[in-house]
């Protein structure tokens, strides 16, 4: 009998509690999210006021990740997302809090995660961007594998002045 395949559907709120200990889990090793511990509730980082969507990666019962999909809201990520593809932000959706279990590394989750957001912005007729800490070498890798480019850099209020700009990414159309 072949393992289960890692799959990803909708987030439920039961999926919240496991996926604060995922997100805690991996932060020491990926850097993300940059500030930690966060200075506000870790549910509130995860459910965002701004989703369109949300998603966790799972095997079997076991959660190993999760991506959500936000609306363009305006500020400083949306200046340089409109300004570096030329689109209104309507025309945008961002993919975020992308994250896996650190036991589930390597294992395409990632991808899996990945490519059902960028399927959601498609089927809305939105284009994906996202922004991504420029130090975070697996995950620019991960994204420029999949075709995403480099539209804008941003320095955030929270960012550290130690800490190179993010990198502002798209997705073109394919």
């Not at 991996?26 to 200075?39: C, E, F």
Request: net charge negative; hydrophobic share 45%; with cysteine.
């Amino acid at each position: 009998m072949h393992p289960s395949p890692v799959t990803s559907r909708p987030r439920t709120a039961d999926d919240v509690p496991a996926l604060v200990g995922i997100l805690e889990a991996q932060q020491s090793g990926t850097g993300y999210p940059v500030r930690w511990p966060l200075p506000f509730p870790v549910e509130d980082f995860l459910v965002r006021p701004t989703e369109l969507a949300a998603w966790v990666a799972a095997k079997g019962d076991a959660v190993l990740g999760h991506v959500a999909v936000t609306d363009v809201a305006p500020g400083w990520d949306a200046d340089g997302w409109t300004s570096g593809t030329g689109l209104p932000a309507s025309d945008l959706a961002a993919v975020s809090v992308l994250f896996v279990d650190p036991s589930a590394e390597g294992r395409g989750v990632g991808s899996t995660l990945l490519g059902t957001a960028v399927a959601h912005c498609r089927s809305t007729g939105r284009v994906p961007v996202l922004d991504v800490v420029s130090e975070s070498t697996r995950a620019v890798a991960l994204y420029r594998r999949h075709g995403w480019q480099v539209v804008g850099r941003v320095r955030p209020p929270w960012l550290p002045d130690d800490r190179d700009p993010l990198l502002l990414m798209a997705l073109p159309p394919g």
